[in-house]
């Protein structure tokens, strides 16, 4: 026999040296809740592992994924109270505001990402300014570039707008640029889908809409052209990173969309995916660290370059301690 593919699956070592997709802790970016308050540290129900943190014990956290070799996060703001318009989203007192200052200044190195969204801020839980029970496109754009210029002014690198509102990017990007914050980037949840997967987050955002669903502005799961149309607008607007949103329900996307763009991609492996893992490894199903292991690798092998996910300390440990 001339071919033996079997001959580079002998070792350990030899599969190491021609494995084609490998993943690495410095491709995670780890979710962070940040609430109002001191001294508070509360586990987050149906994402074991998570809690709501106060930010003088953000450091906790943070020494911790970087010694991981993690050196990247997403922080989420839970405020102390909402109403209609999410005001509490760009006070300069507010909890993202005062983590991002926090942190730039005791680890200069750590890459911020802000998610940009008033879902978490509004009494209604909607990711926009509800008219007549209609969420108000162009409105919403307003507050949005309002609570961008608040994270920019705090010292995040990059907002992460996930409102899914048209012409999002461009109003950033436009308010950024005309404020002094040229370097601020956007990364860009470009195609995010109207997804159930969501679920653990909305408890730990405390975001559930009060009416309706969210499939007004959150894409139809049934579409990937859309996807393609979403990503190319968010780039013509600005965007330095797009993303796909679930993950693992969404390779197609992943690669389709990879093939077509030359800017990163990142892929966002969210709540209920993580959730879905734990609970089937708590039953005895499988170890959920290597099937998180397969997951990681399939998400990076279909295309992202960036992978947001609630696994990242456990993945990075176990990469860490060199795999396959
Ligand atoms: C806010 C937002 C959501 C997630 C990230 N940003 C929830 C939603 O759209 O309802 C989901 C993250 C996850 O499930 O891990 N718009």
């Known amino acids: 026999m001339k071919y033996r593919p079997r001959r580079l699956r002998k070792s350990k070592n030899i599969r190491a040296l021609t ?69 509490y989203a ?11 200052l926090k942190l730039k200044k005791q ?12 879902c978490a801020y509004t009494s209604h839980g909607h990711c926009g300014i509800v008219r007549d029970d209609k969420i108000d496109n162009d409105k919403t754009l307003k507050v949005l570039e309002k609570v961008a210029l608040s994270h920019a002014q705090a010292g995040v690198d990059f907002v992460s707008p996930s409102d899914m509102m048209d012409g999002r990017v461009s109003a950033v990007r436009r308010k950024l640029d005309q404020s002094g914050y040229s370097e601020v980037g956007i990364m860009s949840y470009s195609a995010k ?44 607007e600005g965007a330095d990173i797009v993303m796909v949103k679930p993950a693992l329900p969404y390779l197609d996307i992943i690669k389709g969309i990879k093939e077509s763009i030359n800017i990163p991609l990142a892929a966002y492996s969210v709540s209920g995916e993580y959730a879905m893992i734990k609970a089937a490894s708590k039953e005895g199903v499988f170890s959920d660290e290597e099937v998180m292991f397969e997951v990681m690798t399939a998400i990076k092998r279909a295309g992202a370059d960036i992978i947001i996910t609630y696994y990242a300390k456990e993945m990075a440990g176990y990469c860490n301690k060199g795999v396959g």
Request: proline share 7%; aromatic share 10%.
């Open 193 to 236: 889908y109207a997804s159930t997967f969501y679920g653990p987050f909305r408890d730990a955002a405390r975001s559930e809409p009060s009416f309706g669903d969210r499939k007004t502005y959150q894409m139809d799961p049934a579409n990937s052209l859309e996807a393609a149309k979403e990503v190319k607008l968010d780039i013509n």
């Open 90 to 100: 760009w006070k300069d007192e507010g909890a993202v505001q005062k983590a991002v």
């Open 107 to 118: 680890y200069p190195k750590l890459v911020i990402f802000s998610d940009l969204c008033l």
């Open 19 to 87: 494995r084609e997709t490998k993943i690495s802790p410095d491709n995670f970016i780890h979710p962070v809740f940040v609430v109002e308050g001191q001294n508070v540290k509360e586990e987050i129900p149906g994402l074991s592992g998570f809690f709501h943190r106060s930010v003088d014990l953000l450091p906790e956290l943070i020494d911790e994924i970087l010694a991981l070799g993690i050196n990247a996060v997403l922080i989420f703001g839970i405020p102390e109270a909402k109403d209609e318009q999410g005001s």
